[in-house]
């Protein structure tokens, strides 16, 4: 079992990953979705290099270091990205799902009650749940998958999908309940 401790640190070095390769990502100009599977695997990389905090410390420049890291496995990804197939995907998912369905006002009124009705629900139901399931919800909605929040936590991927689960079983069980 994992201390506390050593799952902060866990954190506190994913966190530090991420900052990295959004900051070299946006340097380089390169889409959200390399970013992304850039930070997964380098996370992986990087716990699995420093399992503790005191192998870290070895690191004298973490920053610079962290940085020159994401930049090497940009390319990386880049390289790989110009062999595989383009996939086109949307860019505006977030925003066509909360655009209104109805020309009416009043029913795009209605749905705005709605909307803000079911945020109410859903942030009250996220005091039910556990700081675990929040962090692992919380990472999963970053896009990260099980084996990567499972390194992050410091357990398995499939005590990190049940966990999830009942937190998402949860959450569903706010959003059917009647007003």
Do not use: W
Not at 22 to 33: F, I, T
Not at 73 to 91: F, G, S
Not at 94 to 104: F, G, K
Not at 112 to 141: C, V, W
């Amino acid at each position: 079992m994992t201390t506390e401790a050593s799952v902060d640190f866990r954190l506190t070095l994913a966190q530090g990953v991420e900052a990295a390769v959004d900051r070299e990502g946006y340097a380089m100009g390169v889409s959200a979705e390399l970013c992304h599977r850039a930070k997964e695997i380098l996370i992986l990389r990087m716990l699995a290099r420093f399992p503790t905090e005191e192998v870290l410390s070895s690191v004298t420049a973490l920053h610079p270091f962290l940085r020159k890291s994401a930049r090497r496995q940009l390319v990386r990804e880049l390289k790989r990205q110009a062999k595989a197939p383009a996939i086109m995907l949307a860019d505006d998912m977030d925003r066509r799902a909360l655009a209104p369905t109805s020309e009416d006002p009043q029913r795009q009124a209605e749905e705005r009650h709605e909307t803000a009705h079911l945020m109410l629900k859903i942030q009250a139901g996220l005091s039910e749940l556990s700081a675990q399931e929040r962090e692992i919800l919380d990472l999963r909605l970053k896009g990260f998958n099980f084996k990567t929040i499972a390194a992050i936590l410091g357990t398995t991927s499939n005590a990190v999908y049940v966990q999830g689960s009942q937190g998402v079983k949860k959450l569903r069980g706010l959003y059917h309940q009647p007003a």
